[in-house]
């Protein structure tokens, strides 16, 4: 492969949780074009792109490797060729925990699970979301009830874009960044956060 390869990596992100979460240590294998399995997690530079991404393979053709964050909504939108791919993510460390990260049928298995776990705390934050702003309405107390007087969006200048985080009560509850157009906001407070509000990357991607 081209690129220079690291046997462990600091991962960034929540679009593959639960399996991976923020800060999580990733350890890396190298493996040959035809070791890539659909349902294997790999890293990878996107087309036209020097941030590092970590997604799920789902499917190999003659046009390239397609993949997919396991919380996404959406397949990503380009076409990965070989030399791109880093390699595969083999293992975790979480504090003083590692854990195996399954590839093959195993990890297509893992990430439909977490796409139907995120669709439904989704629909559940959406149905319960005009509720918690009836109750803000019509209590005397609703603005101490706010969660969202808290929030506060903060950015950084990076070397490859602009990375937003939203801040509540001292705690990075959200990141937006550089080439994604979607946020990455924790599960517990997403009823609090309209989304569409925030600002919005200025750079096309995927998260």
Not at 48 to 74: E, F, K, L, M, Q
Not at 137 to 156: H, I, K
């Amino acid at each position: 492969m081209g690129n220079p390869f690291p046997q462990i990596l600091a991962y960034e992100g929540g679009s593959m949780e639960p399996v991976l979460k923020t800060s999580d240590i990733l350890h890396l294998s190298q493996c040959r074009d035809t070791h890539f399995r659909c349902g294997d997690v790999v890293a990878f530079r996107p087309p036209g792109c020097s941030d590092i991404v970590v997604h799920r393979i789902t499917s190999r053709s003659h046009r390239g490797i397609r993949t997919r964050g396991d919380s996404n909504s959406h397949t990503d939108s380009w076409n990965l060729t070989t030399d791109r791919i880093i390699g595969r993510v083999v293992q975790r460390t979480r504090g003083n925990r590692v854990r195996s990260v399954r590839g093959g049928l195993s990890g297509h298995l893992c990430a439909l699970r977490a796409r139907y776990v995120s669709s439904a705390v989704t629909g559940v934050s959406c149905l319960l979301r005009p509720l918690y702003h009836a109750l803000l309405q019509s209590l005397p107390l609703g603005r101490c009830l706010s969660v969202r007087q808290g929030m506060r969006v903060c950015s950084f200048s990076r070397g490859d874009g602009i990375e937003f985080h939203l801040i509540f009560a001292g705690r990075v509850i959200g990141r937006l960044l550089p080439h994604r157009d979607r946020w990455t906001i924790r599960q517990s407070f997403r009823i609090f956060v309209d989304e569409h509000a925030l600002p919005r990357g200025t750079s096309p991607g995927t998260s």
